[in-house]
């Protein structure tokens, strides 16, 4: 006998099913997240962090309600991502949404916990106004508070509250130090918005070589650019440092250039004692790559001249990267300034070298003498690419003083440019900021935060289609729902005719 599930004990059946589910939902936490990122969900990192509090976190949401999209967007994800931290954080994590616009004494401590307000865009009644609203975050634990002033990247919210969260329970920072004294830029000033991005998770500092050595001693070491002949006390303190387990960051300049008298030559600050003693095959060459950024040159026409861009082989956009390497694995690109490549044949004994970011295979060289004025011509037509532009190295180095010293397992990435964070030069460009966070974090070993950072929030492009398959595709698309609409109606139609035929002949 067929079951009718339309019956009052059917749909009792169903209720009950139904109340039982929810009564689990409520016991038991878990989501599935099919993004390849896992964006909508938290980290390992995150859950962790807030698994192990040993005081409880209260977090304040300082967001104005009913907000249009994409803001009202925002105030949902961060919901849903502060009830994730409190699924796993329990009585230790609580957080309330608190709307500054109803309560003036709270509009008042957001702007003294400098959380301003933002000035959005809101269509009523067919006009476009301005309205002024409140997106921020602050992070109260142990007597101490970190804030987020504006929620407006998604993709980098976890990364945001985690790190507040690790800096608050954290009795102190790793150093990360910059080299300087030997003419390098400032971290303070030509790399501002890399310091602030570092402050998040490190004490950041000026490092100098005094008598005594490299002191204080860093985590990480990065080494941008120096211009300066460097003396030999200098680096054997360096190699003393990486003989003790030291992690380095080279980006450096085999080739100092100037684009406005457009004159380029080799540059030597005694670095390359190191290089030569760990095998990192920094070239003195400089990579061109149709793959590149404008500049803006002056044309004569008659009496005028007129400002024109040009695409510039000397500023590669690097868009290939190493897949395996979740330092690189997940830009899209970065831009380089007059960049060395690296030869990652004649690393030492002891060390493994991994390439990071390359040029497009429509790339070249210039070796010896060097040629950088902007030409007005049609594209270059370069063909012996890719070449490795940054690359990893992990091991045991050899002593560049002493031939029978070994280093403690260590790590360094090596950039064949030192301006390429230099906001001074290229300005605030992201993919650079980022591939030098990820290289910091790798060098500290800070995984975890380097899985967060890595989750991008975005439109996932389409791979490219040769062009004989695209007829194919465009008219499969076109036509294909059709025949499939088609073929399950004769498909029906047939088992409907079979079906009648079988019923009239069972009556004759």
């Given at each position: 006998m ?6 009052r004990?059917g749909?009792?059946v169903?209720g009950?099913?139904?109340v039982?589910v929810?009564i689990?939902?409520?016991t038991?936490f878990?989501?599935?997240d099919l993004?390849?990122d896992?964006v909508?969900?938290l ?6 962090l807030?698994e ?7 977090i ?6 009913d907000l ?17 931290y409190?699924?796993?954080g329990?009585?230790n ?14 509009e008042?401590?957001?702007q003294r916990?400098?959380i301003p307000?933002?000035q959005?865009q809101v269509?009523?009644?067919d006009n476009v ?7 921020g975050v602050?992070?109260?634990y142990?007597g ?8 407006e990247?998604?993709?980098?919210l ?7 969260l690790r800096?608050?329970t954290?009795?102190?920072?790793p150093?990360v ?8 830029p400032s971290?303070f000033?030509?790399m501002?918005t890399?310091?602030q991005?570092l ?11 005094s008598d005594?050595?490299i002191?204080?001693r860093?985590e990480?070491?990065?080494v941008?650019?120096p ?9 054997k ?5 990486v003989?003790d387990g030291g992690r380095?960051a ?8 100037d ?14 004692t190191l290089?030569d003693a760990?095998?990192i095959?920094l070239?003195?060459d400089l990579?061109?790559d149709?793959?590149?950024s404008?500049v803006t ?8 001249n007129?400002a024109r861009q040009i695409?510039y082989p000397f500023?590669p956009?690097?868009?290939?990267f190493?897949?395996?390497n979740?330092?690189v694995?997940r830009?899209?690109?970065?831009v380089f300034?007059?960049v060395?490549?690296?030869d ?5 004994a ?12 429509r790339s070249d060289?210039?070796e010896?003498?060097?040629f950088i004025?902007p030409?007005?011509?049609q594209r270059?037509?370069y ?11 992990t091991?045991?180095f ?7 010293n ?10 064949g440019d030192?301006?390429f964070?230099n906001?001074?030069?290229?300005g605030?460009?992201?993919g650079?900021i980022e ?6 974090d ?5 995984d975890?935060l380097?899985a ?10 389409l791979?490219?289609v ?9 008219y499969?698309?076109l036509f294909?729902?059709?025949l ?18 079988v ?6």
């Amino acid at each position: 006998m067929k079951r009718d599930w339309t019956t009052r004990s059917g749909l009792m059946v169903i209720g009950l099913i139904l109340v039982v589910v929810n009564i689990i939902g409520i016991t038991l936490f878990a989501r599935v997240d099919l993004t390849d990122d896992g964006v909508y969900s938290l980290s390992d990192a995150s859950i962790k962090l807030v698994e192990n509090l040993e005081d409880p976190v209260t977090i304040k949401a300082y967001f104005t309600a009913d907000l249009p999209a994409p803001y009202g967007t925002n105030r949902r994800f961060l919901k849903d991502k502060l009830d994730d931290y409190r699924a796993y954080g329990g009585n230790n994590f609580q957080y309330q949404f608190i709307d500054p616009a109803e309560d003036e004494s709270a509009e008042q401590e957001a702007q003294r916990l400098r959380i301003p307000p933002v000035q959005i865009q809101v269509i009523e009644r067919d006009n476009v106004q301005l309205k002024s609203a409140y997106m921020g975050v602050a992070i109260e634990y142990g007597g101490e508070r970190e804030v987020i002033p504006v929620v407006e990247d998604l993709s980098t919210l976890e990364y945001d509250i985690t790190s507040g969260l690790r800096r608050l329970t954290r009795d102190e920072l790793p150093v990360v130090g910059f080299l300087e004294g030997h003419g390098e830029p400032s971290v303070f000033q030509e790399m501002g918005t890399l310091r602030q991005a570092l402050a998040r998770n490190y004490d950041v500092r000026s490092i100098s070589i005094s008598d005594a050595g490299i002191s204080p001693r860093p985590e990480a070491l990065l080494v941008v650019a120096p211009t300066d002949t460097i003396p030999d006390e200098h680096l054997k303190a360096i190699d003393n440092y990486v003989m003790d387990g030291g992690r380095l960051a080279l980006f450096l300049n085999r080739v100092t250039a100037d684009l406005r008298q457009g004159q380029a030559s080799a540059l030597s600050t005694g670095f390359e004692t190191l290089l030569d003693a760990y095998g990192i095959g920094l070239r003195n060459d400089l990579v061109m790559d149709v793959q590149s950024s404008p500049v803006t040159v002056q044309q004569q026409s008659g009496f005028f001249n007129i400002a024109r861009q040009i695409e510039y082989p000397f500023l590669p956009i690097a868009t290939r990267f190493s897949g395996d390497n979740i330092m690189v694995s997940r830009l899209r690109e970065v831009v380089f300034h007059f960049v060395s490549s690296i030869d990652t044949s004649s690393v030492a004994a002891g060390i493994s070298v991994e390439p990071l970011v390359y040029s497009s295979p429509r790339s070249d060289t210039q070796e010896d003498f060097f040629f950088i004025q902007p030409m007005m011509e049609q594209r270059p037509d370069y063909s012996g690419g890719p070449y490795t532009l940054a690359a990893a190295y992990t091991g045991t180095f050899p002593s560049a003083f002493d031939a029978a010293n070994e280093s403690r397992p260590t790590r360094m990435v090596v950039a064949g440019d030192g301006d390429f964070i230099n906001e001074s030069i290229l300005g605030r460009v992201p993919g650079n900021i980022e591939f030098a966070l990820n290289a910091v974090d790798w060098l500290v070993q800070e995984d975890d935060l380097l899985a967060i950072r890595a989750k991008k929030i975005e439109p996932r492009a389409l791979d490219d289609v040769p062009e004989k398959r695209r007829p194919w595709i465009k008219y499969s698309n076109l036509f294909g729902p059709l025949l499939i609409i088609l073929v399950v109606g004769l498909v029906r139609w047939r088992r409907r005719g079979n079906r009648e035929f079988v019923v009239v002949g069972g009556r004759d």
